[in-house]
């Protein structure tokens, strides 16, 4: 099956620093890659739409100027958490849709990010 | 109200039983469901799409019932490898490609 990846896998950051998050498809080009969040025993929420080569789409209350998104070729997104804040601490996990497909969504094996 | 609706568990079932997990959804216009499968601290992975003709996968059987908005998932001879949260995935209605999930249903099969 398609693979997408995912890195870090883990990052422990300080309060206030900013932390990028890069996803990968990798055997596959996607001009949609999606960006989830799980907090623990929660399910998974989307944050934004990441679109290749235009800008992302957020949902409701999610700040696009604390989590920019970056869709600048067909394999890679990145998430960039600014400031990052204690509360920002979760399970961050991007999906690709593959072109030409319907709904598949691959999905990356997620980041866990702990802010200190 | 919830886009999809599911009953959070746990199923606390031995080795060898028969399970079903239910799902709601609430726009009667979502075309696509799934069921994934997130094991803990893992990313979701497909299990099988959902067709309204019913389809079964081995010892999984989905099935969609759009006058009710309901879908199931049914698994068969269950086995310890199945502990793990099940997801009740639907489509977003719009031409964006959003999947909305459901906030699982976790499973833990004894010995």
């Known amino acids: 099956g398609a693979v997408v990846s995912q890195h870090p896998s883990w990052v422990i950051c300080k309060s206030g620093t900013s932390v990028k998050i890069e996803c990968r498809s990798l055997?596959?080009?996607?001009?949609?890659m999606f960006w989830y969040r799980q907090f623990p025993k929660q399910s998974l929420m989307l944050m934004a739409t990441?679109?290749?080569?235009?800008?992302?789409?957020?949902e409701q209350g999610v700040e696009k100027d604390k989590f920019l998104i970056n869709h600048a070729s067909l394999t890679l997104s990145t998430l960039t958490v600014t400031s990052a804040h204690p509360e920002d601490s979760s399970f961050y996990i991007c999906?690709?849709?593959?072109?030409?497909?319907?709904?598949?969504?691959?999905f990356g094996p997620g980041t866990r990010l702990t802010v200190l | 109200r919830k886009e999809v609706e599911q009953d959070p568990g746990p199923f606390n079932v031995p080795e060898g039983a028969t399970v079903a997990f239910n799902c709601t959804y609430s726009?009667?216009?979502?075309?696509?469901f799934f069921w994934y499968r997130q094991d803990c601290r893992k990313e979701p992975k497909l299990l099988m799409s959902?067709?309204?003709s019913g389809n079964e996968d081995g010892r999984f059987t989905a099935q969609l019932n759009r006058a009710s908005q309901y879908i199931s998932l049914l698994i068969r001879d269950s086995k310890l490898s199945d502990s793990a949260t099940y997801l009740c995935?639907?489509?977003?209605?719009?031409?964006?490609?959003?999947?909305?999930f459901g906030s699982g249903t976790r499973l833990l099969v004894r010995p």
């Open positions: 990441s679109n290749e080569g235009s800008k992302a789409t957020y």
């Open positions: 055997d596959f080009q996607a001009t949609t």
């Open positions: 995935v639907v489509n977003g209605v719009d031409s964006s490609y959003k999947l909305i």
């Open positions: 726009n009667s216009a979502s075309q696509s």
């Open positions: 959902v067709y309204s």
């Open positions: 999906s690709a849709r593959r072109v030409g497909s319907t709904d598949t969504q691959y």
